[in-house]
């Protein structure tokens, strides 16, 4: 495949921006049925090309058809769907309860689209991470610009082909390019960016935004600990967080980063990853029957390696590499300073530090940048408590790893520095949409507003 992605040109970037902003004044993409007909054309076009989404993504990260297909394709339908079965009600102008002296007042909150809105996705997910807050800024009635991200050329030369021949050109537009083309568009003003990416670029972003007031929402990364319990079923921990740390190969935003694990049970629970690393790649995750994907480029792979060839820590799993490919490595006996432990592992290696109980766990965890997911593995409701009271993180998740993205009824966005805003499901529709507060006062209430008028007498005053 290896397609040399076409980068759209800095003329074009001002036209296309300005062709969808006549789109939004002339309020053809405000009516319902015209939402939902482009999210039936974008579930369309999921279903539709799910064989060339996959090549595209097992050309540019090698990641296996199953993963897209489960992770990408499936829940991008659902998303969709969901939003075509409720977008009538979350547009619906809401009656709040007022009290009873402005009853007259038809006080309503009107649920107003915010404008034209610019997505940038990262390589990672390239088309759930398009897609899902897409599909809320079309539920709200925003047009939109898409900007893929560069480093899967494949990927985004398809949602550039593709999403013309499904939804409306004039208001939903893919732009390619790097950071020029990026700082281009970001000079222009939006309604709403919506940003999921690394955190330098976040910042990037964020101070482009402030120049136009454009609200933001940053969707960034961090490490995620998992915390293992000495109460929890220790095999079932060690098989699940491998479970986690597999996906795209750790090239994952809630990929468990590092494990805390109490010394009493770190002996079970090594055997446990081993006898599960095992079980799931009988040769190595590297041998060509294990749809074992590669880092994005050379850049993320001599960068993984390093942490892992810099590590004070034991390589105890994987360890092998070959050109392209790092195989899933377990390195133990790491301390808080270790170079695994200095940014965002974002690649398949866990590290594991061992520690004296939870409570240890939990104020390592606590001294550190917040992190997107907190995971802990745990029977007890008292961990469960002092998790909830004592940490923060973007998401809290007990007993199971990146399966908990399925809950779409809850926020999901990072707090601290793993960024700021949330969505999913209606809260994605929420953030495209401004809430337009609205009251009409009747000229019947006037003798009602008798006091209010000067001159304010003392009898005023007092009454
Ligand atoms: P990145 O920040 O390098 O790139 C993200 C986007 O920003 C891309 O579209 C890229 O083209 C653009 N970009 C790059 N440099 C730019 C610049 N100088 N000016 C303007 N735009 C620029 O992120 P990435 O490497 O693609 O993705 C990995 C990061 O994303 C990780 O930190 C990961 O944790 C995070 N992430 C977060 C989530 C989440 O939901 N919170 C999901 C996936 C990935």
Request: with cysteine.
């Amino acid at each position: 495949m290896a397609t040399e992605l076409q980068y759209t040109s800095l003329d074009e970037l001002k036209s296309i921006y300005d062709r969808l902003s006549a789109t939004y004044k002339s309020g053809v993409t405000r009516p319902v049925a015209y939402r939902r007909k482009q999210l039936i054309q974008l579930a369309r076009l999921m279903q539709d090309n799910q064989n060339a989404l996959e090549e595209a993504q097992l050309a540019d990260l090698g990641k296996p058809r199953f993963e897209v297909s489960f992770a990408e394709v499936s829940p991008v339908i659902q998303s969709a769907l969901h939003a075509i079965e409720h977008v009538e009600e979350w547009a619906r102008p809401e009656k709040p309860e007022v009290e009873a002296w402005r009853s007259s007042w038809d006080t309503t909150v009107y649920k107003v689209p915010k404008g034209v809105a610019l997505i940038i996705s990262p390589y990672n997910y390239p088309y759930i991470l398009s897609f899902n807050p897409m599909i809320g800024a079309i539920a709200a009635g925003c047009p939109v610009v898409l900007k893929p991200s560069e480093a899967v050329p494949n990927c985004a030369a398809l949602l550039a082909k593709l999403l013309p021949k499904y939804l409306d050109p004039n208001a939903y537009a893919v732009v390619n390019g790097g950071p020029t083309e990026t700082t281009t568009v970001l000079g222009f003003r939006w309604a709403h960016i919506f940003f999921t990416g690394g955190i330098k670029v976040g910042q990037i972003v964020a101070t482009a935004a402030a120049k136009h007031i454009t609200p933001v929402t940053l969707e960034l990364g961090g490490k995620s600990p998992v915390i293992v319990d000495t109460d929890c079923d220790v095999d079932l921990a060690a098989k699940r967080t491998l479970y986690g740390k597999l996906q795209n190969i750790g090239q994952l935003c809630v990929s468990p980063d590092y494990v805390l694990v109490p010394r009493s049970i770190a002996p079970a629970f090594r055997e446990s990853l081993a006898k599960w690393h095992k079980d799931f790649w009988p040769e190595t995750p590297l041998h060509p029957s294990s749809q074992w994907g590669k880092m994005v480029n050379s850049a993320h792979y001599k960068r993984v390696k390093g942490l892992i060839e810099r590590s004070n820590g034991q390589v105890i799993l994987g360890g092998d590499v070959d050109e392209k490919r790092i195989s899933l490595t377990v390195v133990s006996g790491v301390s808080g300073n270790d170079s695994l432990m200095q940014e965002e592992n974002f690649g398949p290696v866990l590290p594991i530090i061992e520690v004296e109980n939870v409570d240890e766990a939990i104020e390592f965890v606590a001294e550190r940048p917040i992190p997107l997911v907190l995971y802990a593995f745990t029977r007890s409701e008292e961990t469960k408590q002092k998790l909830i009271e004592k940490t923060n993180s973007g998401r809290l998740a007990l007993n199971d790893t990146f399966t908990m993205l399925a809950a779409h009824e809850i926020p999901f966005g990072g707090h601290g520095h793993s960024g700021y805003g949330s969505y999913y499901g209606q809260e994605t529709f929420e953030t495209f949409t401004h809430r337009r507060g609205f009251t009409n006062v009747p000229p019947e209430m006037e003798p009602a507003f008798g006091l209010r008028y000067p001159p304010y007498t003392e009898e005023k005053y007092k009454a």
